[in-house]
């Protein structure tokens, strides 16, 4: 498909574990997001790129969390030493012109810490 | 960021318009309004972006007056498939544009 591709689509793993989750933008798309979305909320912002560099981080809630996307298309986002309350869907988007506002967002990962 | 308020939830039924309105009244001059729509166990997509005036494509209209403090998003004829939660945004668009969702309005469409 042509759209963005995240996986696995479900995680659940036990306090305490470790958690990658990947994201497949859509191709030459330069720019990937990463954001979070608890039930009930809108999606929050965690992790933008440009590229293969981290253009901004701000929104990562501690030095649990990392995300890499070495060769600017593939991204994983990391998780150490998870908790409960990382219970959450994981959204990917990529845009080819963020300037537009438009982005494309993936399905999600849902992860659920038990 | 300009705030942004919209209703909780929204009840229609099929073949009626729907308008949803966003309050923003600190919204800057360089901020540009989008809305996004999601529908359950899937990523939020885009649906309309605008500065002033009203803005049209496919899915939507985008009604925003002169004062630009409150935008209406107005979805005609709706169906059992517009059920969904639809988000309004307001922010300066930029190469690193960062989306700052709130809690959206969900749109509940009856037969």
């Known amino acids: 498909g042509a759209g963005v591709s995240q996986t696995p689509s479900n995680k659940v793993t036990e306090k305490g574990k470790y958690v990658e989750l990947r994201c497949d933008p859509i191709?030459?798309?330069?720019?990937l997001y990463w954001y979070r979305q608890s039930l009930g909320q809108g999606p929050e912002f965690l992790i933008y790129f440009q590229g293969t560099g981290a253009a901004d981080d701000s929104g990562l809630p501690n030095d649990r969390f990392f995300a890499v996307r070495p060769e600017g298309s593939v991204s994983t986002l990391k998780i150490q030493r998870t908790e409960r309350g990382d219970s959450a869907v994981y959204l990917c988007?990529?845009?080819?012109?963020?300037?537009?506002?438009?982005?494309?967002f993936g399905e999600g990962s849902r992860l659920t810490v038990l | 960021l300009a705030k942004t308020t919209q209703p909780i939830s929204m009840d229609s039924y099929e073949g009626q318009e729907v308008n949803i309105t966003c309050s923003h009244n600190n919204i800057a001059t360089n901020d540009y309004i989008t809305w996004y729509q999601q529908f359950p166990s899937q990523g939020p997509r885009f649906i309309i972006q605008g500065y002033k005036t009203k803005v049209t494509n496919e899915v939507a209209s985008l009604f925003i007056p002169a004062d630009r403090k409150s935008s209406t998003l107005s979805l005609p004829r709706v169906s059992l498939s517009d059920t969904a939660v639809y988000y309004c945004?307001?922010?300066?668009?930029?190469?690193?544009?960062?989306?700052?969702f709130g809690a959206g309005t969900t749109v509940t469409v009856r037969a």
């Open positions: 988007a990529s845009s080819l012109n963020p300037y537009t506002g438009e982005l494309f």
């Open positions: 191709s030459g798309h330069t720019a």
């Open positions: 945004l307001v922010g300066e668009r930029s190469n690193d544009y960062k989306l700052s």
